[in-house]
């Protein structure tokens, strides 16, 4: 049973940093691709970035793009988002997701994705 845990959320004001982490209880974690999507209150989910199983293959929404940065280590089965330069419009909960399969994927739809965390608050104040 894969499980994957989010930790690092939290409070910061505009134009501050937070790094997101997640764990995952996996045999081989370059096994999997990983993805991150966020759902601010009273919105759909949506894709924030994501990256290949090496790590060397990277991807972000538009909105992110430039003051997000997604990484991993292999090693220690985690995968990391760090988020600078937040806005209030970055207020929402934060989910990491694996893939498992191989092949080519839309890296930005949910339903590409295997395992899914439960999500850590990530709350940007003005």
């Known amino acids: 049973q894969v499980q994957l845990v989010e930790s690092g959320g939290g409070l910061v004001q505009a134009g501050g940093s937070l790094r997101v982490s997640c764990a995952a209880s996996?045999?081989?974690?370059?096994?999997?691709?990983m993805g991150w999507f966020r759902q601010a209150p009273g919105k759909e989910r949506e894709f924030v970035a994501a990256?290949?199983?090496?790590?060397?293959?990277?991807y972000y929404a538009d909105s992110v793009k430039g003051r997000f940065a997604i990484s991993r280590d292999n090693a220690k089965s985690t995968a990391y988002l760090q988020m600078n330069s937040l806005k209030p419009e970055d207020t929402a909960v934060y989910s990491c997701?694996?893939?498992?399969?191989?092949?080519?994927?839309?890296?930005?739809?949910?339903?590409?994705?295997?395992?899914w965390g439960r999500g850590v608050q990530v709350t940007v104040s003005s």
């Open positions: 997701a694996a893939r498992f399969r191989l092949g080519g994927y839309s890296y930005w739809r949910e339903y590409e994705y295997d395992y």
């Open positions: 996996v045999r081989t974690f370059s096994d999997y691709a």
């Open positions: 990256h290949s199983r090496s790590g060397l293959s990277t």
